[in-house]
């Protein structure tokens, strides 16, 4: 079982750079894999970006180059450093975190509450 808390959301203006952090409880931080996803009202929640226990970081194509994953094991925590925010970056994300991982939501049991990102033009 693993528990979730997000934080490091607010309000930027655009072209500035955010970071989110995500804390998780548990032994098993460090052999799950751990995604972002985001989501705005009316549609669905969306990959953004994710590492494998390994790792490994798959990034949707609307924030390759500018977002980055990172994990930090000793301190049971993932990072999504987001630069050169846009207004369309504006969402709730949320942190997600499983045995699968990856870019596909149904493949995480175990999500945070969400941090609210707003990106002023």
């Known amino acids: 079982q693993v528990q979730l808390v997000e934080s490091g959301g607010g309000l930027v203006q655009a072209g500035d750079s955010l970071r989110l952090s995500c804390a998780a409880s548990?032994?098993?931080?460090?052999?799950?894999?751990m995604g972002w996803f985001r989501q705005t009202p009316g549609k669905e929640r969306e990959f953004a970006a994710s590492?494998?226990?390994?790792?490994?970081?798959t990034y949707a194509a609307s924030v390759k180059g500018r977002f980055t994953i990172s994990r930090d094991n000793a301190k049971n925590t993932v990072y999504l450093q987001m630069n050169s925010l846009k207004p369309e970056d504006t969402a709730v994300y949320y942190c997600?975190?499983?045995?699968?991982?990856?870019?596909?939501?149904?493949?995480?049991?175990?999500w945070g509450q969400g941090t609210q990102v707003t990106v002023s033009s």
């Open positions: 997600a975190g499983d045995q699968i991982g990856g870019a596909f939501r149904d493949n995480y049991n175990y």
């Open positions: 548990g032994r098993a931080f460090s052999s799950y894999a």
């Open positions: 590492i494998s226990w390994s790792g490994i970081r």
